[in-house]
């Protein structure tokens, strides 16, 4: 046999070494140990092989103490306590200033909600 491809490609050109190629089959691919799954989700199917993900992914959770719409909430619960038992701060408070607060107190808990990127981690982890 001859080292050119003169039939095929063109004339003068020297063979390209072979290469010896193997295609892994489904059965011989990796399987991958998923030791852990959070609340239950697999991430493998039954062969073993990851589940394609589809969807947006949740970032991991944070503390209760690090979410700023719970800081809000316990800091108006507070203002709130110290308004209604002291009642020389209850007389400058009339109808209108309450209907003011309460609607500044809803869309800083809209605007907060719509920062928030991480959920709070539930139970006692």
Do not use: C
């Not at 507070?78 to 020389?88: K, M």
């Amino acid at each position: 046999m001859s080292d050119d491809y003169s039939d095929d490609v063109g004339a003068g050109l020297k063979a390209q070494p072979t290469r010896y190629e193997h295609v892994l089959s489904v059965d011989e691919l990796p399987k991958h140990d998923n030791s852990y799954e959070p609340r239950g989700v697999q991430y493998v199917d039954d062969a073993g092989f990851f589940i394609a993900q589809t969807g947006k992914v949740t970032p991991p959770p944070k503390q209760w103490y690090e979410s700023k719409t719970i800081w809000f909430n316990a800091i108006v619960v507070a203002v709130s306590l110290a308004t209604s038992a002291t009642p020389a701060l209850e007389s400058f408070m009339s109808a209108e200033v309450y209907a003011v607060i309460a609607s500044f107190v809803a869309f800083v808990n809209a605007v907060l909600r719509l920062v928030t990127g991480r959920p709070i981690k539930s139970g006692g982890a």
